[in-house]
């Protein structure tokens, strides 16, 4: 058994890269086909049109302009054919302002009947420019092409002759037009290929030789193309400058409005031009055939052409992208193989787009079909291994006898594939059941907490995590190393990272006291997770916030050591003033007796109101509105009036903004800045300045009060702001140290900090941020 499993191993993989091989060569061949039979024109020729707009360009200084016979003419002319004197003071008009070339896209073929001597006149006008074409046409008679050319008389004075032929597809578009076409030995240049010969040499020739004779199979002259030019359209009809032919006639336009320009004369109006559709025009607005060579002129003078691939590279374009994507899909998954073949499919049609920019036409069609039917064959090739795959898994659970009892008997019903995948489903959901009560069980737990690996990269993360750590859910902990994002929770008994690289290589139980970057206090508990067989798989870390419980504990004391402490201080003190009155009388006038006590009364109350103050700040619901800083900190400023006098202390305000709104509760915010101001006061000497300020922050506003003391050293200001701590070590200075604990708790309150920037000797700059309305 062991030998023919090992044998079959062996022969597996050569058999899939023959099988991938002969898929390959099967679709690569069937692509190779059907570029090369021109089956797939149409929808190529479709891709091709919805990418002609990457030709576009602005007319706006083209070097082209028509005179068009438009509706307005007709309108003010009378209906068509009109007088050709007409059309010779046409052109003696625009061959005074000097034009490059002018291309009368009107056959006349027949002399005038009601009005002989207009021949005459429009030869004349034509001779005279030296620079009119005229256009002639090849139409056939009992299968014999020949030549319709104009009058004797124009022929002679014609600078020009061109042929106006178009090549229209099978589809009905007109896409291209064949700049020399003739007969065998006489061939003409396109119109507008005459037009810009013409315009460059000044002269011209009614026709060019060609290089051989030729007939047909019975003997007849046949009629030659060659120098096919697929038109590079500028835009769709309507694109180019027109002016109306009555208007030129009139001679209502501005002097010089032809110098140097390619003047193109034909018919717009409804009834009278041919008409064509072409890739930019649509099947509903037609494109005329004075503006289709306005379009091939332009081309010409700015040297825009399209060519289409040449056929080997068009073959290596459409069998390229089929070979890449079924190399992927060999090596890839369902998702991605479905991505890399939709990568597949655009990119022909990416490289046709660019080429297309570059006047290049590609026919990716073939190659995009091929990329498809690739995966089309593929994907079923690797359905068939896998419900053969399932079989083999069903049999090999079913003679388990532990799973046996688990995955139970597969529907009778179902096709083949559906039978397997329900009998296998059953053995999953219980799985699924056993995996779902255990993520159950994690995410109802109350207290934060992390399944990591051996490494520390979290697996699993319940909502109390996610909450805990600032993330939406816990699928966004994933992936993250629980070191990187327990970095700012220190042991308080060392300052060090509670969970780090050497606590998680230690492999040991760990518990401690904490404290995290946003000040919460926490319990944290790692303990390793281990496997049935003993293996050591990873790590539960959980973190239980007690910061409530331990600001309790923080209150609870306060309030002790203030009530033993600093109430009891000034009590006593008054106290021991009323036994010393009555035990000796005369040992001080009452007046000292009476301020002794009313200034011990007064610390007394004063520390009440600062405790009564901190405890609202800590524990009460804030009442907020939105409100100006800058009138809080103006009326705080007046306030501090009196006290800025006694003091001998001047207080100026530095630029600020007239307006920097926040939603605050205005009494709490007012007293914090007082306080600021009140601390600036009692260390600025005599004489010196206390500067206040509201300044912008990107996200916030800054309240600054910045006095000129004594500062503050560093080992004080890192526990300047807890309650019961002073700026000082000295005792010359009154308060209990309340006052900076109120203005940072009102701080946090409303989403903000205190900033201190202080050293010894160059005072000390309080900044109380607050988030911008």
């Not at 002969?22 to 891709?47: F, H, K």
């Not at 200034?599 to 800590?618: E, I, N, P, S, Y």
């Not at 800045?673 to 996200?699: D, H, M, Q, Y």
């Amino acid at each position: 058994m062991l030998v023919r499993r090992l044998f079959a191993a062996g022969l597996r993989l050569p058999w899939r890269r023959f099988e991938w091989l002969a898929l390959a060569v099967v679709i690569a061949g069937m692509v190779l086909a059907l570029d090369g039979s021109g089956t797939l024109q149409g929808p190529n020729r479709s891709l091709q049109d919805a990418l002609m707009f990457l030709q576009a360009r602005p007319v706006d200084h083209s070097e082209v302009v028509i005179v068009a016979i438009d509706d307005k003419s007709v309108a003010a002319l009378g209906r068509w054919p009109w007088r050709r004197s007409f059309h010779a003071n046409l052109i003696d008009r625009i061959s005074k302002d000097a034009p490059a070339a002018i291309g009368m896209d009107l056959l006349f073929i027949e002399p005038e009947q009601h009005f002989p001597p207009d021949d005459a006149a429009l030869a004349a006008a034509v001779s005279r420019s030296g620079k009119v074409v005229l256009p002639l046409m090849m139409q056939s008679h009992n299968a014999e092409p020949f030549i319709v050319e104009p009058l004797p008389a124009l022929r002679r004075g014609a600078a020009a002759l061109g042929h106006v032929h178009l090549a229209v597809d099978d589809d009905g578009v007109a896409r291209s037009v064949y700049l020399q076409e003739g007969l065998a030995g006489r061939q003409w240049d396109h119109f507008s290929l005459a037009m810009r010969r013409i315009g460059e040499a000044g002269s011209g020739s009614p026709q060019a030789e060609a290089d051989a004779a030729g007939t047909g199979a019975d003997g007849v002259p046949a009629w030659q193309r060659s120098r096919r030019m697929i038109v590079p359209f500028a835009g769709p009809p309507g694109h180019f400058r027109q002016l109306s032919y009555v208007d030129v006639l009139d001679g209502a336009l501005a002097p010089d409005t032809f110098k140097g320009k390619y003047v193109l004369i034909g018919a717009t109006a409804a009834g009278l031009g041919d008409l064509y559709t072409t890739p930019l025009s649509g099947r509903s607005k037609l494109m005329s055939g004075v503006e289709f060579s306005a379009n091939v002129l332009d081309s010409l003078l700015v040297q825009r052409s399209m060519a289409p691939l040449p056929g080997g590279l068009n073959a290596a374009l459409n069998v390229l992208p089929v070979l890449l994507a079924l190399a992927g899909m060999a090596l890839v998954g369902p998702l991605p193989a479905l991505l890399l073949t939709v990568a597949m499919m655009a990119l022909p049609l990416a490289a046709t787009a660019a080429a297309a920019s570059f006047g290049v036409q590609c026919s990716p069609v073939a190659g995009m079909l091929g990329v498809g039917a690739g995966y089309a064959l593929w994907s079923w090739r690797k359905l068939d291994v896998a419900s053969r795959y399932l079989v083999d898994e069903l049999g090999r659970l079913r003679r388990s006898e532990r799973m046996g009892a688990l995955s139970g008997n597969a529907p009778a019903s179902g096709d083949f594939l559906g039978r397997r995948i329900d009998a296998l489903r059953q053995v999953a959901e219980q799985l699924s059941n056993l995996q779902r009560f255990v993520s159950d069980s994690l995410e109802g737990l109350p207290d934060a907490t992390l399944v990591c690996d051996r490494e520390g990269i979290v697996l699993l993360a319940n909502a109390a995590a996610a909450r805990h750590f600032g993330a939406d859910s816990g699928a966004l902990l994933q992936g993250a190393p629980a070191p990187v994002l327990m970095a700012d929770v220190l042991s308080q008994a060392d300052h060090q990272p509670v969970i780090s690289a050497t606590s998680l290589a230690a492999r040991a139980t760990v518990s401690a006291a904490a404290r995290d970057g946003s000040e919460r206090d926490l319990l944290v508990k790692q303990a390793p997770s281990f496997s049935g067989s003993g293996e050591h798989l990873g790590w539960i870390v959980s973190l239980v916030d007690v910061t409530e419980i331990r600001q309790a504990q923080r209150q609870r004391d306060h309030a002790m050591r203030f009530l033993s402490h600093d109430m009891r201080a000034p009590l006593a003190s008054i106290l021991t003033l009323l036994s010393l009155q009555r035990q000796s009388p005369s040992a001080m006038t009452q007046p000292q007796f009476h301020d002794r006590i009313e200034r011990h009364a007064r610390k007394a109350l004063g520390l009440a109101d600062d405790f009564t103050q901190l405890v609202r700040a800590q524990s009460s619901s804030y009442r907020v509105e939105r409100y100006n800083l800058v009138d809080v900190l103006l009326e705080c400023v007046d306030d501090a009036w009196e006290a800025t006098r006694r003091h001998g202390v001047r207080i100026t305000m530095a630029p600020s903004p007239e307006e920097a709104h926040s939603v605050i509760d205005r009494e709490l915010v007012a007293r914090a800045i007082g306080n600021l101001l009140g601390n600036a006061l009692k260390f600025s000497p005599a004489g010196s300045s206390i500067t206040c300020a509201v300044e912008p922050l990107p996200l916030e506003w800054a309240v600054l009060v910045q006095d000129q003391g004594e500062g503050i050293g560093e080992e004080l200001q890192a526990r300047l702001f807890e309650p019961f701590s002073r700026g000082t070590t000295g005792d010359n200075v009154e308060g209990a140290g309340l006052g900076l604990a109120f203005v940072k708790t009102v701080a946090q309150r409303h989403g903000g900090k205190v900033l201190l920037d202080s050293a010894p000797a160059r005072g000390s700059a309080f900044r109380l941020v607050l988030p911008r309305a």
